[in-house]
């Protein structure tokens, strides 16, 4: 039997609805859960760009300090070779010392010993350790008394390719090409080795002077070695009235 009292307790017990809120409340809700996830989210992007931003200056530090590293080891080593300081660590030879403390190759530390005794620092890092070898090894196999300055002023390879046009692989196929065209070819006398030197010359001399697309080459005439020049008419005109 229902009683007035168990009618009122059971209205109590009773579930109550969740009130409705109004429109406007409700707008007001979503606008700062979207502040907040703004605010969040701005906060997480200015963290990733502080880090990215200190990345970015690592590796710009470490690149610079890996770019002169190269020209600093050959001159250490330098020193250690030429005043025989491996001899203070208790090494017969240069080496031996190389090898027994795992420095590296004696080959590669004597092109970053030729390095140093043939660049200056600014000229070697301009090219970088693997191109300023490259441009050294080539240098050295050509008949001309070449150098990596004058190389790179407008020398062009055998195949074409400006020398400042080319990669560390196509000066390295160069230098092998011209190596092997030379044990084939008859050996220069000292006439043909002044003029041709004495064409270069007067190559890097003219090109100082504005004349980039000047070509100097060196033959043998009547009367001995002859110089040949061409260069532009409008250059010509310029190097004469300065």
Do not use: C
Not at 108 to 123: I, N, W
Request: charged letters at 30%; proline letters at 5%; hydrophobic letters at 40%.
């Amino acid at each position: 039997m229902t009683t007035p009292t168990s009618k009122r307790k059971r209205a109590k017990e009773a579930p109550k609805k969740p009130a409705m809120k109004h429109p406007v409340a409700k707008k007001a809700d979503v606008r700062r859960n979207i502040t907040s996830l703004v605010a969040t989210a701005q906060k997480v992007s200015a963290a990733d760009r502080a880090r990215a931003e200190s990345l970015l200056a690592e590796v710009g530090r470490r690149k610079e300090r890996i770019a002169e590293d190269f020209y600093d080891i050959g001159l250490a080593l330098s020193q250690l070779s030429k005043k025989k300081l491996y001899l203070a660590l208790g090494y017969p030879s240069f080496e031996a010392m190389l090898k027994e403390r795992e420095v590296m190759s004696p080959t590669t530390a004597r092109g970053l010993m030729k390095l140093v005794s043939a660049m200056k620092r600014d000229e070697a890092l301009s090219y970088g350790q693997e191109k300023a070898l490259a441009l050294l090894s080539y240098a050295g196999a050509t008949p001309e008394v070449d150098t990596p300055k004058t190389l790179m002023e407008g020398s062009r390879l055998p195949g074409g390719k400006a020398v400042a046009e080319a990669s560390v692989r196509d000066l390295r196929q160069a230098a092998k090409e011209v190596r092997a065209a030379q044990g084939k070819a008859k050996p220069k006398s000292a006439e043909e080795k002044a003029a041709l030197a004495e064409a270069k010359a007067l190559g890097a001399w003219l090109r100082a002077r504005g004349a980039a697309k000047v070509k100097v080459s060196a033959s043998r005439g009547k009367g001995g070695y002859v110089l040949k020049v061409e260069l532009p008419v409008a250059v010509s005109a310029r190097l004469r009235s300065s």
